[in-house]
């Protein structure tokens, strides 16, 4: 059974950072392209950061680049998501995604989020 755990959130002041792990289990991880989203109450889940299977190419949300960085190990089973210079606008609870197209559809994985809180 597929399964992805996020880890790393919390409350952190403004410019501050913090490091979001993702743990997956259940699949072959090393198929799938990995990304992080994040969700504020009343608005859609945004894509923030997304690395190919291979580790060799990422997308940035344009508000996260030179903030943000994603990384993977595919040994361990983990994505990353380091955090530089959080401001308000990045509070949300993030989530990990595994996304990997079979058979002319996506195969989707999520976890249930970690909150990311930016305060004063």
């Known amino acids: 059974q597929a399964q992805l755990v996020e880890s790393g959130g919390g409350l952190v002041q403004r410019g501050g950072s913090l490091k979001l792990t993702c743990t997956a289990s259940?699949?072959?991880?090393?198929?799938?392209?990995m990304s992080w989203f994040r969700q504020v109450p009343g608005k859609s889940r945004e894509l923030v950061a997304t690395?190919?299977?291979?580790?060799?190419?990422?997308n940035y949300l344009n508000a996260v680049k030179g903030r943000f960085t994603i990384s993977r190990r595919n040994a361990e089973n983990v994505v990353y998501l380091q955090m530089s210079s959080l401001d308000f606008e990045d509070t949300a609870t993030y989530y990990c995604?595994?996304?990997?197209?079979?058979?002319?559809?996506?195969?989707?994985?999520w976890g249930s989020g970690t909150q990311v809180t930016v305060s004063a």
């Open positions: 995604n595994a996304a990997r197209p079979e058979n002319g559809d996506w195969t989707n994985y």
């Open positions: 259940g699949f072959a991880f090393d198929r799938f392209a």
């Open positions: 690395m190919d299977s291979t580790g060799r190419s990422t």
